[in-house]
């Protein structure tokens, strides 16, 4: 169970550090005009990785920006 509970700590510290609305990280204040989730590519189309410090020690982030050449990025709409 603890396992459980360190990776939803770890799933809602990420979620609050990305500025934008993607995927199961939708927040109110990034979405457009009609309620759909606004991503923010040009600072988030990265991989965003994680490190384990030690318990009680705050994770370290790394990040790597990724090359998209065979698609074009678009804004996801569900209606």
């Not at 700590?9 to 199961?24: F, I, K, P, Y």
Request: glycine share 6%; net charge negative; proline share 3%.
């Amino acid at each position: 169970m603890a396992d459980f509970i360190n990776l939803a700590q770890l799933m809602a510290r990420d979620a609050l550090q990305r500025e934008e609305s993607c995927g199961s990280h939708f927040r109110e204040e990034h979405q457009t005009p009609d309620g759909e989730a606004q991503r923010n590519d040009d600072n988030f189309a990265v991989v965003l990785v994680w490190e384990y410090r030690g318990e009680g020690q705050v994770p370290q982030l790394h990040q790597e920006d990724l090359a998209f050449e065979n698609m074009q990025l678009t804004q996801r709409s569900y209606k």
